[in-house]
């Protein structure tokens, strides 16, 4: 083994042993995709550190939030087309595939139009991270939280499927509540990974205030559907 190896086999070992999070160790072998998303999981902190330290190429994080689109147009695609409720299916849209494309590729500039935002206010109280590094949390977030948008699509579809027994689940709250309750996890994962990358010391102060703008947000859209200006199905 020559000099050059000898130092890069220390250099991997000390990052080794430096780095823990989840339910696992850092390690080449341990890196897979999957490994990735059950460790964030488990510590989103730790695992954005792991993601900014390693200085991912802005094509790698496009690719992250490409594939939480694809999850979350699968997502719309089981509420809207396969399964929807019974009053959810009399405002969809005549040409629906199109509408669901268009929102896939929108998607992906309302979120790199939502990083700078959020960038932009952690700056204004202190944040030390760099608009990649937000970048980089705001997207390894979304994809993240990918699948828990996609288990509570799957809860939906469960509600459809019952409605005609249990015809309380069509309503607008309740048939709703799903969506709203994937924002949970949403709003978790990209919180914590913005604390990180900001250096920030505290998750809850970004939840909380997050959190309840989506609140208001919601109680917003429940009164413009209440008066007719809005429908939220």
């Avoid at 695992?47 to 689109?69: G, Q, V």
Wanted: hydrophobic share 50%.
């Amino acid at each position: 083994m020559d000099k050059k190896d000898f130092l890069n086999d220390r250099l991997e070992n000390e990052r080794e042993d430096s780095f823990t999070v989840g339910s696992s160790t850092y390690q080449v072998s341990n890196s897979s995709l999957y490994r990735r998303v059950v460790d964030s999981w488990s510590d989103m902190r730790k695992a954005t550190r792991r993601l900014i330290d390693e200085n991912p190429s802005e094509s790698r994080l496009l690719f992250y939030i490409l594939m939480s689109d694809l999850v979350f147009f699968l997502s719309w695609s089981l509420k809207a087309v396969v399964s929807p409720t019974e009053n959810a299916s009399n405002f969809l849209p005549t040409d629906v595939g199109l509408w669901l494309v268009v929102a896939l590729f929108a998607r992906t500039g309302v979120v790199y139009l939502f990083s700078m935002v959020l960038g932009a206010t952690m700056q204004i109280f202190g944040g030390a991270g760099s608009w990649k590094d937000t970048r980089a949390a705001v997207f390894w977030g979304c994809f993240v939280a990918a699948p828990f948008g996609l288990f509570f699509a799957l809860i939906t579809v469960a509600f459809a499927s019952l409605e005609s027994l249990l015809p309380f689940l069509g309503s607008d709250l309740i048939s709703q509540a799903p969506y709203w309750l994937s924002l949970i996890p949403f709003v978790w994962f990209i919180s914590a990974g913005l604390a990180e990358a900001h250096k920030f010391r505290l998750i809850a102060p970004i939840f909380g205030t997050m959190t309840l703008i989506t609140m208001v947000l919601w109680v917003l859209f429940l009164y413009l559907g209440a008066i007719g200006t809005f429908n939220l199905s």
